[in-house]
């Protein structure tokens, strides 16, 4: 079974940082693109956060300002996503989730195919 | 970057009925890299609709998706109990890729 399971969340001060993991199963891990999503609670869907395959190739959001770092364990299916310098306004669900291309004759688009159940990070005093 | 705005915010139809769910874009979007979503209070996003109008694996085909450029429609042709949810569209085209704020559709 295609499988993508966060750990890592929990509550933290402003200012604190927090290191989230991503494990992936049942794929090819590192062929695929991977991301981060966050959503605020009772608020609509962030995109955070890409990196490639081999991690040549990575992407964040505007409001992240130097904050967040992607980075991805091919060797053991892994992908990562450290948050530094953390703020109230943070405080959301953090999804995984893959990046497939579904490439026909001349056209690949892409799309997030597989997300995980994702994992709560919470930013308060 | 590039806004997404869906409209209705909240749609309330009646089991049976026709959805139809619109995602308007500030500026061009290639067909490619446009998709929309469903969620479930409580769950993770499930991917619908990929590169505008295919559909994801599994998915059933009242639902379809049609547009280009900067318009774009989401239509569910009779809806099932198990589809209402909040839906969201998405573009991946020019980054950072963005979602829309999402449409609800609610029992009536």
């Known amino acids: 079974e295609v499988q993508l399971v966060e750990s890592g969340g929990g509550l933290v001060k402003p200012g604190g940082s927090l290191r989230l993991s991503c494990a992936g199963s049942?794929?090819?891990?590192?062929?695929?693109?991977m991301n981060w999503v966050r959503q605020a609670p009772g608020k609509g869907l962030e995109w955070v956060s890409s990196?490639?395959?081999?991690?040549?190739?990575?992407n964040y959001g505007d409001s992240l300002k130097g904050r967040f770092t992607i980075s991805r364990d091919n060797a053991r299916s892994s992908l990562y996503l450290q948050m530094n310098s953390l703020r109230a306004e943070d405080t959301a669900v953090y999804f995984c989730?893959?990046?497939?291309?579904?490439?026909?004759?001349?056209?690949?688009?892409?799309?997030?195919?597989?997300w995980g159940q994702g994992t709560m990070v919470t930013v308060s005093s | 970057e590039i806004v997404l705005t869906q409209s209705p915010g909240t749609l309330s139809l009646s089991p049976g009925e026709r959805a139809t769910l619109s995602c308007r874009a500030s500026?061009?979007?290639?067909?490619?890299?446009l998709a929309w979503y469903q969620q479930k209070p409580g769950q993770a996003p499930r991917l619908l609709i990929y590169?505008?109008?295919s559909r994801a694996t599994g998915i059933p085909d009242r639902f379809s998706g049609s547009g280009s450029g900067t318009d774009f429609t989401l239509t569910i042709s009779r809806l099932e109990p198990e589809d209402f949810a909040v839906y969201y569209c998405?573009?991946?085209?020019?980054?950072?890729?963005?979602f829309g704020l999402g449409t609800k559709v609610e029992i009536k």
């Open positions: 989730a893959r990046e497939r291309r579904f490439c026909s004759s001349n056209n690949c688009p892409r799309a997030l195919d597989i």
């Open positions: 049942g794929f090819t891990f590192s062929i695929f693109n």
């Open positions: 990196i490639s395959g081999m991690s040549s190739h990575i």
């Open positions: 500026q061009s979007v290639s067909s490619t890299y």
């Open positions: 590169g505008v109008s």
């Open positions: 998405q573009q991946s085209g020019t980054s950072p890729w963005t």
